[in-house]
């Protein structure tokens, strides 16, 4: 067998491990397809340790080396809600709406800013890293259902009987606000090969985290009555107390025995080390001949465990409502004579249905593994200053896999400047146009990038948008020696 | 040349894209909120309100005056029962005080015995003729009168012995007194056998036991009483009497509500029974048997019972104290018991008379003081036949919520029956001063569907039906003040009366009562004007 056949095996066996691991995985919803083929960007080695930055070293100014927003909806856009007839009159379209949503949705939102961060190139084969960033993501799934139930109304499920029970399993949420200090390496080991690697310590500031394994609301045809299955786990660790979940009863008696007011600390809140997590990155770069290099990474492997003023709550049961019980309606009619009640008082038929539900509540610790997302990718090498890349790349989020795939054009025309269009499909939107620009004003870097411009232009036909800048000081550019090293140069 | 090319396509392609955003045009309209449509919110939901779920144990249950009995093919029995009883043998009969005077003629010499045989006749209360008191108490006096003998300072011993009586030991009664004294016998758990017309032999011994008698004859001066009589038991023959049991109603509860209809049971029974301890042949008479229904009346009449009289076993003197029962079933076979039910009564009414030997002094009779005969007559309906009826019953509280934003609110009326009767149901609503608002559910429709049955009138599968009322907005605005819903109820059985039905006690009806409502609700999202 020869050296690049057994490349190849060894290549799919990664692949496919790698994906195995993502249906375990929760998103955390970051994205970096525009920037994956950005060398002159050093904050490009996140998405593949195996990358190594044109600098051969490099310092993020501090607090504004890397600043990172994004929103996603793969569920729908404005636009498919808020149309335009043939008369450019704007009017709501619920059908059309509906029809967008799948079954699972998935809506996320994160931040990050880079407090700190530097690489450096060391005895020309080896490549180091360190950031230290603050990140908070948002994601939130939600069923298809959920519109259906609270634009058509129960009855929709009644007449569909083929569509089953409003099912709102897909429901969950995760929001999450961590610290992360990143150590990363990359090696060129041979003519064909990078690899690289990053290990990342996670401290947890504050998470709550809801997955439902069972949540179905059934309206019986025959006998009306409306029933809620539940079994969902809700674990949260946040600077201030919760409590058990109660329900029914007056709301004073709901209310919080404890009177003391909750006081913000943000330095204790910052300095949290208890909630450690541990995650890590992987890359490799194949350069499979002059013109192609196929490049895979995993990021994110890991989790953090939750453990202080850990609070879960497992809420579990059926609630079901079937209206008044009028007992003998023939009593009623007046057939037979009714059956005493001895006086008995109501039972408010809300508050029997509620004591079917349990809530377990416990303060366990608990895990969230991260969210790895795999990349896949492939770049043609047009000229030396111009190549192509398509990128696909995988989310998961409560079992449901997200995919985006982009094709990019990457140029770098003279020394201190690169420029990237791609073209993205993300969250079932063909729509994407992104961006991607870095200039080198020496010694300082600035960079730009987005995956979708769309948002700035118009924002109803917008679900993917985000945006990802900053300021580096870099130096010593190399110059390009052979194809498997980074190389500038301006050519058109 | 190739790379020339390529770099060529690669500008065209670079522009291209770098247009995209331009040719789309900026366009932030959507986020202008003045701008925005107003929208209309319509939806549909389906609520439930009522349940009521049935079966035989909710439509009938065991009360004072309904049984429900569910036999061994699980076919429902509704059980309406009366008895009456008759006044016990102590009320009945009863021993007055007894008292007898009478001579003795002594002509006794110093130390003598005479002995004297008087016969005593009890007074019956009245004409019967008794041949055996057992006491429970009573007190028999006896005390010897002879003036002349006292006198003389004669002293008499009596020895009485009452033959044919017994003092608990088998022994006769019997005792010892003296002149000018009292002697009292406790008649206690003591039996006097009698012979004919009530008489009873008092064996009285004389005997000198002091004094000479100096002149005979003598006249001894007796006198016997009994008093404070109490017995446990009579025997002997008590005549023909008549006993009025007095008159009784049983309550037919089935039909209490019933307005109007027609209803047939296929076997329906009037079950008599007797419990007698008196040991006396015993007829019963029905001075009155029939059933009611305000103005309506039909008479029960049947052969042999009741237009004959009714005899009724009685206990033997060896079965003394016992109870013995007589039973007989009225039915279709041998009275009119059909007619009898068909009016849909509300009571059956008996008046009962009992007489004793009617067949005059056949036997020995027996009666003991807590004897006594009960009749009891229940109505037997098995829930086999067919029915028309109509009832009547008063309100349900009721109230509408707001129904500003409701477009219409639709009953839907889903019911699962497994009881062979087809039900129509009137639902009217009435304001809080029962004025008349409008009727929600007309009462020609029927509600719920019986379950079909087969020729032996057993239920072959359950009904569903789905009844929907849907009340536009403009009319309720009519109802919205109503406090009060009123219901009138028709059933008919399966095949509109016109097949017999069974009902069984695992037959169920389940009813459910849910509301749809279309909401709609518009929104502006423009500013006020």
Same mark, same amino acid.
């Given at each position: 067998?020869?050296?690049?056949?057994?490349?190849?095996?060894?290549?799919?066996?990664?692949?496919?491990?790698?994906?195995?691991?993502?249906?375990?995985?929760?998103?955390?919803?970051?994205?970096?397809?525009?920037?994956?083929?950005?060398?002159?960007?050093?904050?490009?080695?996140?998405?593949?340790?195996?990358?190594?930055?044109?600098?051969?070293?490099?310092?993020?100014?501090?607090?504004?080396?890397?600043?990172?927003?994004?929103?996603?909806?793969?569920?729908? $856009?404005?636009?498919?809600?808020?149309?335009?007839?043939?008369?450019?009159?704007?009017?709501?379209?619920?059908?059309?709406?509906?029809?967008?949503?799948?079954?699972?949705?998935?809506?996320?939102?994160?931040?990050?800013?880079?407090?700190?961060?530097?690489?450096?190139?060391?005895?020309?084969?080896?490549?180091?890293?360190?950031?230290?960033?603050?990140?908070?993501?948002?994601?939130?799934?939600?069923?298809?259902?959920?519109?259906?139930?609270?634009?058509?109304?129960?009855?929709?499920?009644?007449?569909?009987?083929?569509?089953?029970?409003?099912?709102? $399993?897909?429901?969950?949420?995760?929001?999450?606000?961590?610290?992360?200090?990143?150590?990363?390496?990359?090696?060129?080991?041979?003519?064909?090969?990078?690899?690289?690697?990053?290990?990342?310590?996670?401290?947890?500031?504050?998470?709550?985290?809801?997955?439902?394994?069972?949540?179905?609301? %059934?309206?019986?045809?025959?006998?009306?009555?409306?029933?809620?299955?539940?079994?969902?786990?809700?674990?949260?660790?946040?600077?201030?107390?919760?409590?058990?979940?109660?329900?029914?009863?007056?709301?004073?008696?709901?209310?919080?025995? %404890?009177?003391?007011?909750?006081?913000?600390?943000?330095?204790?809140?910052?300095? %949290?080390?208890?909630?450690?997590?541990?995650?890590?990155?992987?890359?490799?770069?194949?350069?499979?001949?002059?013109?192609?290099?196929?490049?895979?990474?995993?990021?994110?492997?890991?989790?953090?465990?939750?453990?202080?003023?850990?609070?879960?709550?497992?809420?579990?049961?059926?609630?079901?409502?079937?209206?008044?019980?009028?007992?003998?309606?023939?009593?009623?009619?007046?057939?037979?004579?009714?059956?005493?009640?001895?006086?008995?008082?109501?039972?408010?038929?809300?508050?029997?249905?509620?004591?079917?539900?349990?809530?377990?509540?416990?303060?366990?610790?608990?895990?969230?593994?991260?969210?790895?997302?795999?990349?896949?990718?492939?770049?043609?090498?047009?000229?030396?200053?111009?190549?192509?890349?398509?990128?696909?790349?995988?989310?998961?989020?409560?079992? $449901?896999?997200?995919?985006?795939?982009?094709?990019?054009?990457?140029?770098?025309?003279?020394?201190?400047?690169?420029?990237?269009?791609?073209?993205?499909?993300?969250?079932?939107?063909?729509?994407?146009?992104?961006?991607?620009?870095?200039?080198?004003?020496?010694?300082?870097?600035?960079?730009?990038?987005?995956?979708?411009?769309?948002?700035?232009?118009?924002?109803?036909?917008?679900?993917?948008?985000?945006?990802?800048?900053?300021?580096?000081?870099?130096?010593?550019?190399?110059?390009?020696?052979?194809?498997?090293?980074?190389?500038?140069?301006?050519?058109? | 040349?190739?790379?020339?090319?390529?770099?060529?396509?690669?500008? @065209?392609?670079?522009?291209?894209?770098?247009?995209? #955003?331009?040719?789309?045009?900026?366009?932030?309209?959507?986020?202008?909120?003045?701008?925005?449509?107003?929208?209309?919110?319509?939806?549909?939901?389906?609520?439930?309100?009522?349940?009521?779920?049935?079966?035989?144990?909710?439509?009938?249950?065991?009360?004072?005056?309904?049984?429900?009995?569910?036999?061994?093919? !699980?076919?429902?029995?509704?059980?309406?029962?009366?008895?009456?009883?008759?006044?016990?043998?102590?009320?009945?009969?009863?021993?007055?005080?007894?008292?007898?005077?009478?001579?003795?003629?002594?002509? =006794?010499?110093?130390?003598?015995?005479?002995?004297?045989?008087?016969?005593?006749?009890?007074?019956?209360?009245?004409?019967?003729?008794?041949?055996?008191?057992?006491?429970?108490?009573?007190?028999?006096?006896?005390?010897?009168?002879? #003036?002349?003998?006292?006198?003389?300072?004669?002293?008499?011993?009596?020895?009485?012995?009452?033959?044919?009586?017994?003092?608990?030991?088998?022994?006769?009664?019997?005792?010892?007194?003296?002149?000018?004294?009292?002697?009292?016998?406790?008649?206690?758990?003591?039996?006097?056998?009698?012979?004919?017309?009530?008489?009873?032999?008092?064996?009285?011994?004389?005997?000198?036991?002091?004094?000479?008698?100096?002149?005979?004859?003598?006249?001894?001066?007796?006198?016997?009483?009994?008093?404070?009589?109490?017995?446990?038991?009579?025997?002997?023959?008590?005549?023909?009497?008549?006993?009025?049991?007095?008159? !009784?109603?049983?309550?037919?509860?089935?039909?209490?509500?019933?307005?109007?209809?027609?209803?047939?049971?296929?076997?329906?029974?009037?079950?008599?029974?007797?419990?007698?301890?008196?040991?006396? #042949?015993?007829?019963?008479?029905?001075?009155?048997?029939?059933?009611?229904?305000?103005?309506?009346?039909?008479?029960?009449?049947?052969?042999?019972?009741?237009?004959? #009289?009714?005899?009724?076993?009685?206990?033997?003197?060896?079965?003394?104290?016992?109870?013995?029962?007589?039973?007989?079933?009225?039915?279709?076979?041998?009275?009119?018991?059909?007619?009898?039910?068909?009016?849909?009564?509300?009571?059956?009414?008996?008046?009962?008379?009992?007489?004793?030997?009617?067949?005059?002094?056949?036997?020995?009779?027996?009666?003991? @003081?807590?004897?006594?005969?009960?009749?009891?007559?229940?109505?037997?309906?098995?829930?086999?036949?067919?029915?028309?009826?109509?009832?009547?019953?008063?309100?349900?509280?009721?109230?509408?919520?707001?129904?500003?934003?409701?477009?219409?609110?639709?009953?839907?009326?889903?019911?699962?029956?497994?009881?062979?009767?087809?039900?129509?149901?009137?639902?009217?609503?009435?304001?809080?001063?029962?004025?008349?608002?409008?009727?929600?559910?007309?009462?020609?429709?029927?509600?719920?569907?019986?379950?079909?049955?087969?020729?032996?009138?057993?239920?072959?599968?359950?009904?569903?039906?789905?009844?929907?009322?849907?009340?536009?907005?403009?009319?309720?605005?009519?109802?919205?003040?109503?406090?009060?819903?009123?219901?009138?109820?028709?059933?008919?059985?399966?095949?509109? =009366?016109?097949?017999?039905?069974?009902?069984?006690?695992?037959?169920?009806?389940?009813?459910?009562? =849910?509301?749809?409502?279309?909401?709609?609700?518009?929104?502006?999202?423009?500013?006020?004007?």
């Amino acid at each position: 067998m020869t050296t690049h056949n057994s490349y190849k095996i060894q290549f799919r066996f990664i692949v496919s491990f790698v994906l195995l691991l993502l249906f375990a995985a929760q998103s955390n919803g970051q994205q970096y397809n525009t920037i994956y083929w950005m060398q002159g960007i050093p904050q490009y080695v996140y998405s593949n340790p195996a990358h190594q930055t044109d600098a051969n070293w490099y310092i993020g100014m501090p607090g504004t080396s890397s600043i990172y927003g994004g929103f996603g909806n793969s569920g729908f $856009k404005i636009s498919d809600l808020l149309r335009m007839d043939e008369n450019n009159n704007p009017y709501w379209d619920e059908p059309n709406f509906l029809s967008k949503l799948k079954n699972k949705n998935l809506v996320y939102a994160d931040a990050q800013i880079e407090a700190l961060a530097f690489g450096f190139r060391f005895k020309e084969k080896n490549y180091f890293h360190f950031n230290f960033s603050e990140k908070i993501s948002a994601q939130m799934g939600y069923p298809k259902d959920f519109f259906l139930l609270a634009l058509e109304g129960n009855n929709y499920f009644v007449e569909n009987t083929d569509h089953g029970d409003a099912n709102f $399993k897909g429901l969950g949420l995760n929001i999450m606000h961590y610290s992360e200090a990143g150590l990363g390496y990359s090696r060129i080991l041979n003519d064909k090969i990078n690899i690289g690697g990053k290990v990342k310590i996670l401290f947890g500031h504050a998470n709550a985290y809801m997955k439902s394994n069972d949540f179905r609301f %059934n309206t019986n045809p025959e006998t009306f009555a409306l029933t809620l299955y539940t079994d969902a786990t809700i674990n949260t660790s946040l600077p201030m107390e919760i409590g058990p979940i109660e329900l029914g009863g007056d709301d004073d008696e709901n209310e919080s025995e %404890n009177g003391d007011e909750f006081v913000f600390d943000p330095v204790e809140y910052l300095v %949290n080390f208890s909630n450690f997590g541990l995650a890590g990155d992987l890359g490799i770069i194949y350069h499979y001949d002059e013109k192609i290099t196929l490049a895979l990474s995993v990021i994110d492997l890991g989790f953090i465990g939750w453990k202080s003023n850990v609070e879960n709550q497992r809420v579990t049961g059926e609630v079901m409502y079937d209206g008044i019980d009028i007992g003998n309606l023939f009593a009623l009619a007046g057939f037979v004579e009714p059956i005493d009640d001895n006086g008995d008082e109501p039972v408010d038929p809300i508050d029997q249905a509620l004591e079917n539900l349990d809530i377990e509540y416990s303060q366990n610790s608990y895990s969230i593994f991260m969210s790895p997302k795999i990349f896949l990718s492939a770049k043609y090498i047009l000229t030396e200053k111009h190549n192509f890349s398509f990128l696909a790349r995988g989310n998961f989020f409560e079992s $449901k896999l997200y995919p985006a795939f982009t094709l990019a054009y990457n140029i770098q025309p003279i020394k201190p400047v690169g420029f990237t269009l791609a073209y993205s499909y993300m969250n079932y939107n063909y729509m994407n146009i992104g961006f991607g620009m870095h200039l080198n004003l020496y010694p300082f870097q600035l960079y730009l990038v987005a995956d979708n411009i769309f948002p700035a232009l118009q924002p109803h036909t917008v679900q993917t948008a985000n945006i990802h800048f900053g300021i580096n000081w870099v130096f010593g550019y190399r110059k390009k020696t052979d194809p498997g090293k980074p190389f500038h140069g301006w050519s058109f | 040349m190739k790379a020339i090319k390529l770099k060529g396509i690669v500008k @065209k392609l670079i522009v291209f894209i770098l247009l995209i #955003p331009f040719w789309s045009g900026c366009d932030y309209s959507y986020l202008d909120m003045e701008e925005l449509p107003e929208y209309e919110y319509s939806s549909e939901w389906i609520l439930p309100l009522l349940k009521s779920k049935m079966n035989i144990n909710s439509l009938f249950i065991d009360s004072e005056d309904q049984t429900v009995f569910i036999d061994n093919d !699980d076919l429902v029995w509704l059980i309406y029962q009366g008895e009456l009883y008759s006044v016990t043998g102590g009320e009945e009969y009863s021993i007055s005080n007894q008292s007898f005077n009478y001579d003795l003629t002594f002509n =006794g010499a110093n130390r003598s015995k005479a002995t004297f045989f008087q016969q005593i006749s009890f007074n019956p209360q009245e004409d019967e003729d008794i041949r055996k008191i057992i006491f429970t108490s009573g007190l028999m006096n006896f005390s010897a009168l002879a #003036p002349q003998l006292v006198l003389e300072g004669v002293q008499l011993q009596f020895d009485i012995t009452i033959l044919n009586s017994d003092d608990g030991t088998g022994n006769p009664i019997s005792f010892t007194t003296q002149l000018a004294q009292s002697a009292q016998v406790n008649l206690a758990n003591k039996t006097l056998n009698f012979a004919v017309n009530q008489t009873l032999t008092v064996q009285v011994e004389v005997t000198v036991i002091s004094g000479a008698p100096s002149s005979p004859p003598y006249t001894i001066n007796i006198s016997q009483s009994f008093s404070n009589l109490d017995y446990f038991e009579l025997q002997g023959y008590m005549k023909q009497r008549s006993f009025s049991l007095g008159s !009784d109603d049983v309550d037919l509860g089935f039909f209490k509500n019933v307005v109007d209809g027609e209803i047939f049971f296929e076997d329906p029974t009037i079950e008599l029974e007797a419990e007698n301890s008196y040991g006396i #042949p015993i007829d019963i008479h029905f001075d009155a048997f029939f059933s009611s229904y305000d103005e309506n009346k039909v008479d029960v009449t049947g052969n042999p019972i009741p237009d004959n #009289p009714w005899r009724i076993n009685a206990p033997t003197i060896m079965n003394a104290g016992t109870v013995v029962k007589t039973e007989y079933e009225i039915n279709k076979t041998n009275s009119n018991i059909h007619d009898v039910i068909a009016i849909m009564p509300k009571t059956v009414s008996y008046d009962i008379r009992g007489e004793t030997n009617p067949d005059g002094n056949t036997q020995l009779n027996h009666v003991r @003081k807590n004897s006594q005969f009960r009749v009891g007559v229940t109505v037997n309906l098995p829930l086999h036949g067919w029915l028309r009826l109509a009832g009547f019953r008063d309100t349900m509280d009721f109230a509408l919520p707001e129904v500003d934003n409701i477009e219409y609110l639709e009953l839907v009326i889903n019911t699962v029956n497994s009881i062979p009767v087809t039900s129509f149901l009137q639902m009217d609503a009435f304001d809080a001063d029962y004025n008349f608002l409008k009727t929600i559910l007309r009462g020609d429709q029927a509600l719920i569907l019986a379950a079909e049955v087969d020729f032996d009138g057993n239920v072959l599968s359950e009904k569903k039906s789905t009844t929907s009322i849907r009340i536009e907005k403009e009319e309720l605005e009519e109802i919205k003040n109503v406090a009060h819903l009123v219901f009138r109820a028709k059933v008919t059985s399966y095949g509109d =009366g016109q097949r017999n039905i069974k009902i069984f006690s695992h037959n169920e009806l389940n009813v459910y009562v =849910g509301v749809k409502a279309g909401i709609k609700q518009v929104i502006n999202f423009g500013s006020e004007e």
